[in-house]
């Protein structure tokens, strides 16, 4: 039984979406009326309001939109850090993989958003301090800086997962063609442990794009402080966080099924 | 006449488009032992997974020991009590000893005392040679042993019929003796065998029956003796002579 | 102006860190036994081939874990008044010495949802990466679905993603931080205290990072003592037992 109806929505995809939406919809709607019946979704999101919390205000990058900023510039600072931090660590020369590990485990055991709270109350400090500058961070800087710090720890778990999972053969192969190490590496070990971890990193992006949320704390004016803004004036919690919550939803969905789609793609490319 | 203990009737089966079965009528008397081979991608192995229900098909009917497949009310985990299966790759349970494999099916199920259980279990472990291997888990056996085991866990459950699904293709050359052994003093002692496999000496020594499947087909069904020394169609020639050729 | 260390002021908020530390122990302690066997729930649910129960068992998952958990924390707390719709938190809170109930289990109950989705993940990855024989050879023996998965399959699926369902519950030790953002006095929150009162953030933060460390590794600790000694034993491939 259940077999057919699985085989019966493979092949009408489009009214299993509807069938989907239907039921959320329904859902949705009965826990409202259960939980909070005095919602009041039309007069607590107004235009200007939504438009505030997707795109912040007039002068300057805010909301849904920074958020994405956010995410991406700090995807790529610690894509390059991970790397660069698991190869390190891979590598076994002690000189280098001693103080990456350190570094590793060091932010990968720290709670993101005390990471958060740190480089910015703690930075102008440290800098005062080791090298007598006078710095002040902006809380974007700060936001940028902690991303990177605790995401590279992450990306650099991955990075030196993605290179141990190279099979030995592989190096053994390369090695009796008359290659050294460093031709080795580069050509042979490091584009395919790439591709391996690219679900891996397409999964710690949505992650990422999720922990945005965090730097509400030091006052980036994303996508989830500028909620609590208008529901600090308005005091429409319910409608307000439903509403960010379904965007969040939407967003980090619709991210993560475009990694699955780019996840097949790649391992079609591989067994081709 | 002994009855039909399995009786296919124009079972039809399809994997989404791919036609696997085509209108396969297929049966079994009680005692009887019958050898099923055919190229690979014919339909054998759909054909006897069928039988215990572990595939469904799309049209026909299959009745084993009186009850219809198809009929909710056949109670199936009754009935695969009467229908034991020795698999391609052995599948006992990695996390349990040996005895712990062959006694977790009449304790779970039929609810045997642990004490009977382990007797049993011992019995059928010196019927298939392995008796010191009681404690050992999977993983420390050879195949052929791990093989012997799933034949005795199967015993166990004290089935009508053994559905064997090419218990030794799996195994190294040198194994496949001992495994083979078994299986031929389980044809002395009126089970019921289906067996699915390349092995043709065994046939020739204990079947009663080979069938020949191709494409999803019943082509041909004889004696031992009728098919191998004549083969009425080319299909079933043309894989005897490959059979022999490779052995 | 240089900075003055100062770890004194630890021994006098000595409290403040073990208040903190308790709140956080609470939080994980009961979140991760939550979290453990809803996930297991919403795991089979997953892989059951009812269509209503599979079907129900994704939306849980791609709900509670798409959606930040400061805002699964904020909506929980700031849209109702749990102690007034389920009076009995109340009478739990006390048992457990927590005063503030609503901030409590606001982020307790996000905190469960949030992680439970990662268990149900890893349960559900666990049963169908293993092979389909062990199911099959357990259906030839006369097992039902339910003894099928209680004896041979569900053992093996949770043995295999022990270490990363402990890595879930590493992360709940962490993510317990954000309850602070909801006026839970959790270790976190008390780095701030105490910043707050002494300008000793630094050594605040470093007594911290301690105990979060010591907690996450005592989790760690905890789950493969169960391995050892809870879970089936399995043949690692020289033929020792793991």
């Not at chain 1, 826990?31 to 300057?60: C, K, N, V, W």
């Amino acid at each position: 039984m259940n077999e057919k109806i699985t085989l019966y929505f493979a092949k009408h995809k489009i009214l299993f979406i509807l069938l989907n939406l239907t039921y959320i919809i329904v859902l949705a709607k009965a826990f409202q009326m259960i939980a909070y019946p005095s919602a009041d979704f039309s007069s607590a999101l107004t235009f200007d309001r939504i438009h505030f919390m997707l795109f912040g205000l007039e002068d300057e990058i805010g909301g849904l939109m920074l958020t994405f900023y956010l995410a991406f510039v700090a995807i790529i600072l610690s894509f390059i850090g991970g790397s660069l931090l698991g190869i390190a660590r891979w590598s076994g020369i002690k000189i280098i993989s001693i103080p990456a590990t350190m570094f590793i485990e060091l932010f990968r055991a720290l709670p993101h958003i005390m990471v958060i709270f740190w480089v910015f109350f703690a930075l102008p400090i440290f800098f005062g301090v080791f090298f007598g500058v006078k710095v002040t961070s902006s809380a974007l800087t700060s936001a940028i800086i902690a991303f990177t710090l605790f995401e590279s720890a992450h990306i650099a778990e991955i990075v030196r997962a993605g290179l141990n999972s190279i099979p030995k053969g592989q190096f053994e192969a390369a090695k009796t063609l008359g290659m050294n190490s460093w031709q080795v590496f580069i050509h042979i070990i490091l584009p395919q442990a790439y591709r391996r971890m690219i679900p891996s990193i397409l999964s710690q992006f949505v992650s990422l794009f999720k922990d945005t949320s965090l730097v509400y704390v030091i006052g980036v004016v994303e996508f989830f402080r500028a909620a609590t803004i208008i529901n600090n004036r308005i005091y429409m919690s319910f409608e307000i966080l439903s509403f960010i919550a379904i965007v969040y939803f939407l967003c980090a969905f619709t991210l993560s099924k475009i990694a699955t789609q780019l996840e097949k793609k790649v391992e079609k490319q591989l067994n081709s | 006449m002994s009855q039909n203990i399995i009786e296919m009737i124009n079972v039809d089966k399809y994997y989404d488009t791919f036609h696997a079965l085509k209108d396969v009528n297929f049966s079994v008397k009680k005692g009887e032992i019958v050898v099923v081979c055919g190229p690979s991608g014919s339909g054998k192995s759909t054909m006897i997974r069928c039988i215990n229900k572990l595939e469904d098909f799309n049209s026909g009917d299959l009745i084993v020991d009186g009850k219809n497949l198809k009929d909710k009310s056949t109670n199936i985990n009754k009935l695969r009590q009467q229908t034991g299966m020795v698999f391609q790759h052995f599948n006992l349970f990695p996390h349990k000893t040996i005895l712990e494999n062959i006694t977790i099916g009449p304790i779970q199920v039929k609810k045997m005392a642990k004490e009977d259980a382990d007797k049993l279990g011992m019995e059928l472990l010196e019927k298939v040679k392995i008796p010191h291997q009681a404690s050992k888990y999977p993983g420390e056996l050879s195949g052929g042993q791990q093989q012997r085991v799933a034949i005795a866990r199967t015993l166990a459950m004290e089935p009508d019929v053994i559905l064997f699904d090419e218990p030794t293709s799996a195994l190294d050359p040198e194994m496949i003796g001992e495994v083979l052994d078994v299986m031929k003093s389980l044809a002395d002692e009126n089970y019921t065998i289906v067996c699915v496999t390349h092995e043709m000496g065994f046939a020739k020594e204990v079947a009663n029956r080979i069938v020949f499947m191709a494409d999803g087909m019943i082509l041909e069904e004889n004696t031992p003796e009728s098919f191998f020394e004549n083969p009425k169609t080319e299909r079933a020639q043309q894989f005897l002579s490959e059979i022999i050729n490779h052995s | 102006m240089a900075y003055e260390f100062d770890w004194t002021v630890l021994i006098t908020y000595k409290q403040l860190l073990i208040d903190g530390f308790m709140m956080t122990l609470k939080l994980s302690i009961i979140g991760i036994f939550f979290s453990f066997f809803i996930g297991i729930f919403v795991g089979l649910a997953r892989v059951s081939n009812n269509f209503f129960l599979s079907l129900s068992g994704t939306y849980y998952v791609e709900f509670f874990r798409n959606i930040p958990l400061i805002v699964q924390m904020f909506f929980i707390y700031f849209s109702f008044t749990l102690t007034d719709a389920f009076p009995f938190l109340e009478t739990f809170g006390n048992a457990i010495g927590v005063e503030h109930h609503n901030e409590f289990f606001s982020a307790l109950i996000a905190l469960i949802t949030y992680t439970s989705t990662y268990v149900a993940e890893a349960i559900r990855a666990g049963i169908q990466s293993l092979p389909k024989g062990q199911m099959e050879a357990a259906k030839t023996i006369g097992m039902n679905y339910v003894q099928a998965m209680y004896h041979v399959v569900f053992p093996q699926a949770l043995k295999m993603v022990w270490g990363p369902i402990t890595s879930q519950f590493l992360n709940l030790i962490k993510n317990s931080s954000l309850a602070m953002t909801i006026g839970v006095a959790e270790l976190t929150f008390q780095t701030q205290e105490i910043d707050s009162l002494t300008f000793r953030g630094f050594e605040a933060a470093t007594a911290v990072t301690i105990l979060y460390l010591f907690l996450t590794l005592a989790t760690a600790y905890t789950m493969s003592l169960i391995n050892r000694y809870a879970l089936i034993k399995t043949q690692n491939n020289s033929g020792g037992t793991v």
